[in-house]
């Protein structure tokens, strides 16, 4: 009965709700960036926007480990992925300036994939090397004064919630760059949203940040090395699941 609650107040109020919070934000979002730059428009705007999502679906984000940031540190940030819910869980409660590195579909959704783009989020053709390459060279020139850039090195959603293999651009362009690694947890999105599926529940996502890992050594095995050791971190909190979650204060 509850779970029929849900649903129906999802579609009668969530969705309406959110598309004229996306369509408002949109507007706002295009209005400032020419004047205030990215970074603060989408604090200003897309924060705000996932922070809202998140409230109004019932979830609560809980983090561990933000003794682990440096707010003046620009770090290449490696997360697993579970759901679309992943996305909101980060934007609005890492605390972090971050740019997305997304597969270039993701340009094509309405609003939202032009909205990514002002605010300087980078699309990969994945079928295209040479401009995939060509827009992470790109990206490399907005990583300062702790803007950092955001992988999910998977490549794509987990259907199962096991942890899959790893790409390698992310520790490749950590090697370049000489910035440290950012391994990421996200649990709990997936129950939130499955994948294949619009049937969302509430319930609490969780955010856990590791030790940052430096690349060491300018060779394919450092990066094969740093590639490990992340996905090691990332793996030791989904498999054990024991942190002492604290609600997000920010």
Not at 22 to 35: G, H, K, N
Not at 210 to 223: F, N, R, S
């Amino acid at each position: 009965m509850v779970n029929a609650l849900f649903f129906v107040y999802c579609w009668l109020v969530f969705v309406p709700l959110m598309v004229l919070a996306t369509v408002a934000l949109w507007i706002l979002c295009m209005a400032l960036s020419p004047f205030v730059g990215p970074r603060r428009a989408g604090r200003l705007t897309a924060v705000p926007w996932s922070r809202l999502g998140l409230l109004l679906s019932g979830v609560s984000v809980h983090i561990h480990g933000r003794e682990q940031l440096d707010p003046d540190q620009s770090y290449v940030i490696v997360a697993n992925h579970l759901s679309q819910y992943d996305i909101w869980v980060l934007y609005g409660h890492l605390g972090v300036d971050f740019r997305w590195v997304m597969k270039q579909e993701l340009r094509r959704v309405p609003l939202i994939g032009y909205a990514c783009e002002v605010l300087g989020h980078i699309f990969i053709d994945r079928s295209n090397h040479e401009q995939a390459l060509a827009s992470l060279e790109n990206a490399k020139r907005q990583l300062v004064g702790g803007t950092s850039i955001l992988f999910f090195p998977e490549g794509t959603r987990s259907r199962s919630g096991e942890l899959l293999a790893f790409k390698k651009g992310a520790f490749r362009m950590a090697q370049d760059l000489e910035l440290p690694i950012l391994p990421v947890t996200l649990t709990g999105t997936r129950d939130i949203l499955p994948p294949d599926t619009l049937r969302m529940q509430p319930g609490p996502a969780r955010i856990t940040l590791h030790t940052p890992i430096i690349v060491d050594g300018d060779d394919e095995q450092a990066v094969e090395n740093a590639m490990a050791i992340s996905r090691r971190a990332i793996a030791s909190a989904l498999e054990s699941g024991q942190f002492s979650p604290q609600p997000d204060s920010h």
